[in-house]
T-cell receptor, first 115, second 110 residues
Framework: DAGVIQSPRHEVTEMGQEVTLRCKPISGHNSLFWYRQTMMRGLELLIYFNNNVPIDDSGMPEDRFSAKMPNASFSTLKIQPSEPRDSAVYFC?????????????FGQGTRLTVV | GDSVTQMEGPVTLSEEAFLTINCTYTATGYPSLFWYVQYPGEGLQLLLKATKADDKGSNKGFEATYRKETTSFHLEKGSVQVSDSAVYFCALSEAGKSTFGDGTTLTVKP
């Protein structure tokens, strides 16, 4: 398996623009997580899905952030409009919902810079 | 809700020193426990895991034992190398949700 695939790897955008981050989870995994990592705040859980359904979005900073999972093999995280303080590395991770093989597998991340 | 508390860093050691990074957790049920490692510029990678009480996870010389009575999962290595320099995250998984600690930065000097 190719692992969790995120795109793009790097994104530089101007303040006010819309940004869409993409994630393809590992086939057969039914939990998907979006994280944000910064030096100041560390690793933050933004939202997670079980079986394509959003379970907890309490970590989403504000209404400018939205996430969707239209099917088991694709998820997006959208920021509209983007602001400089959104600059961070965004990670997607997937795991199995049940059983003992339930560790999270992380993508390589998307490094977002908003100027 | 579930939570993970791990030893604050940064931790700086000399090569071949003994490493311990403490981790304790709070959970409502019986979670699986993990240690992840993050090298610069990369995502988190699973280092080791334990799925039930008294299990010992091990990998690359690192070990951690699932202690239900003390709700702990401390990471240890007998002799660290410069290549072990990274950020280490303790985590648990329960009911489809993974919860991570804040991470501990380890620097090993030659």
């Amino acid at each position: 398996d190719a692992g969790v695939i995120q795109s793009p790897r790097h994104e530089v955008t101007e303040m006010g623009q819309e940004v869409t981050l993409r994630c393809k989870p590992i086939s057969g995994h039914n939990s998907l997580f979006w994280y944000r990592q910064t030096m100041m705040r560390g690793l933050e859980l933004l939202i997670y899905f079980n079986n394509n359904v959003p379970i907890d979005d309490s970590g989403m900073p504000e209404d400018r952030f939205s996430a969707k999972m239209p099917n088991a093999s694709f998820s997006t995280l959208k920021i509209q409009p983007s602001e400089p303080r959104d600059s961070a590395v965004y990670f997607c991770a997937s795991s199995r919902l049940t059983g003992t093989d339930n560790e999270a597998f992380f993508g390589q991340g998307t490094r977002l810079t908003v100027v | 809700g579930d939570s993970v508390t791990q030893m604050e860093g940064p931790v700086t050691l000399s090569e071949e020193a003994f490493l311990t990074i403490n981790c304790t957790y709070t959970a409502t049920g019986y979670p699986s426990l993990f240690w992840y490692v993050q090298y610069p510029g990369e995502g988190l990678q699973l280092l080791l895991k334990a799925t039930k009480a008294d299990d010992k996870g091990s990998n690359k010389g690192f070990e951690a034992t699932y202690r239900k009575e003390t709700t702990s999962f401390h990471l240890e290595k007998g002799s660290v190398q410069v290549s072990d320099s990274a950020v280490y995250f303790c985590a648990l998984s329960e009911a489809g949700k993974s919860t991570f600690g804040d991470g501990t930065t380890l620097t090993v000097k030659p």
